[in-house]
């Protein structure tokens, strides 16, 4: 067994080097390990350096390897270095290997990586930095217990956001230390090396518990988002247990309450306008009233900022139904569905499936554009569940008036606003859904996602797997 030591916990460069010797050497990971400082030998182990690296020897990896073991390598876990060596060798032999999430190193390495992102999100949400005096004036300090050793890698956030203050943060694995110019890094710390808490902690707990609605209260997912594990270093996290024991008692006493009475100052001009439907109550009987009504719609603010509303185009009895997610800039300005760059790109493979568009309705889960002024430009946005759940009655009503044998949904927010609850496009396309009353419901892809793809030859294979899925949609037609 050839092992190798590594300089420190996170060496990344030290494995590096390593691992190109034993490449060069021919030495398979079965018969290799890594040590660190901290982790000891085994019993039949030798350690011994791998033989320079023969001239000539070249060695190279896609930047996706090296970008998930600088994740990897900060990974708690003893063996972390043992299975970048172990990917690193089949790459050798397997270009596309990191290609296959399937493979049982590669989803271990991902998941690693995965972990240690999240630790570092979570060293940024839970740092609670203590002001002390020192000869230069106030400091602030800051223990810390990361789940994995993220704090070289998130300590420049810190100082990006706190720039003009003098910080220090202590950890088990080391210290990151900001004097309002340089950012260094020291070995690690003991948690008595913290002050115990400061004047400006009172001021904080009492925002927290002010802020603490108890008739939103979801224990399991606060712990989700706030582990135990933070805890012990969280101010607020010592009001948490009384806060949740009052909870219940807390929001009966907020719905027993009396009503705030009605200011009459606030007219319904000035009010918060989310307002519902366009003053109807009966849904439209043709498509030419839904059209009428669908421009006076104030279900959602999205009007506020759109052309017009786009309702859907074709046939009053077409057979197929195609839902997209919201018209685009093209669409608001034009007044029609699918006219720009993915309604060519639909059109093109609608043709090449068989399936005639101008016998289908084709419209829209989201009538009206959403989107962000960017300079001269107008940049889509996704419409959230509550726009496409107040937008669910146009489309409801488009389907009584047409009535289509089939429905074609177009990416994930199509899929919401027609079957009420969210799905996995990619897992379910190509299978057809059955409604409550039924009716077949067949999910895949929006064209603008094709678009979106850099690659040409995965933008080709997927545009394959999207006109598969429309030819799915003209043998059902057939059937039902």
């Keep these: 067994m050839r092992c190798v030591r590594l300089a420190s916990e996170t060496d990344l460069d030290g494995w590096r080097e390593a691992a190109r010797g034993l490449l060069a050497e021919g030495c398979p990971p079965s018969n290799t390990c890594f040590l660190t400082r901290a982790a000891p030998g085994g019993l039949f182990e030798g350690e011994a350096p791998p033989a320079p690296v023969p001239a000539g020897f070249s060695l190279s990896v896609p930047r996706a390897f090296m970008d998930l073991a600088a994740s990897v390598a900060l990974h708690r876990s003893v063996d972390r270095f043992d299975l970048l060596y172990r990917l690193l060798w089949r790459l050798q032999r397997e270009r596309t290997l990191l290609h296959i999430v399937s493979d049982r190193d590669v989803a271990d390495a991902m998941e690693r990586a995965k972990n240690v992102s ?5 060293m940024k949400a839970f740092v609670r ?3 002390v005096e020192d000869a230069a004036g106030e400091r602030w300090i800051a223990w810390f217990e990361p789940a994995h050793r993220v704090l070289e ?3 420049p956030f810190f100082q990006r956001r ?3 203050m003098r ?13 309002g110019e340089r950012l260094t890094f020291g070995p690690a710390a003991t948690k008595d090396q913290a002050p115990e808490g400061d004047d400006v902690e009172e001021f904080w707990k009492t ?3 002010s802020t603490f609605n108890p008739a939103r209260l979801k224990t399991k997912m606060m712990q989700s988002e706030m582990p135990r594990r933070y805890w012990a270093n969280l101010p607020e996290a010592s009001l948490i247990p009384e806060l949740v024991a009052r909870a219940a008692v807390r929001e009966e006493a907020m719905v027993s309450a009396p009503a705030t009475p009605a200011n009459p100052r606030l007219s319904r001009a000035t009010a918060p306008a989310v307002e519902r439907a366009a ?10 009233d839904l059209e009428a009504a669908v421009q006076a719609c104030r279900r959602c603010p999205l009007w506020r900022d759109a052309t017009q509303a786009v309702c859907g185009k074709g046939p009053s009895r077409a057979p197929l139904m195609i839902v997209g997610e919201q018209p685009g800039d093209q669409e608001d300005l034009a007044g029609e569905p699918f006219v720009g760059p993915a309604g060519q790109v639909l059109d093109a493979a609608l043709a090449e499936a068989g399936l005639d568009r101008g016998r289908a309705w084709v419209t829209n889960a989201v009538k009206h554009f959403k989107h962000e002024p960017r300079g001269k430009r107008r940049l889509h946005r996704t419409p959230d569940a509550g726009e496409v759940e107040a937008c669910r009655w146009w489309l409801d009503a488009e389907r009584a008036i047409v009535k289509p044998r089939l429905i074609v949904t177009l990416g994930a927010t199509a899929a919401l606003g027609v079957l009420g609850r969210k799905i996995a496009v990619t897992k ?7 409604l409550d009353d039924g009716a077949p419901v067949l999910p895949t892809v929006h064209p603008s996602y094709l678009l979106r793809l850099p690659d040409e030859a995965t933008r080709a294979a997927e545009r394959t797997r999207f006109v598969d899925d429309l030819r799915t949609a003209k043998a059902l037609l057939e059937t039902v």
């Design 118 to 122: 999240r630790a570092s999100h979570k």
């Design 129 to 131: 930095f203590r002001r």
């Design 153 to 155: 890698r998130t300590a």
């Design 162 to 164: 706190f720039t003009t």
């Design 167 to 179: 910080w220090t943060i202590l950890t088990p694995d080391g210290t990151a230390d900001w004097d």
């Design 207 to 209: 925002y927290y518990a």
């Design 279 to 288: 003053d109807t109550t009966a849904a439209p009987v043709s498509l030419s």
């Design 428 to 434: 379910e396309r190509g299978r057809p859904i059955r």
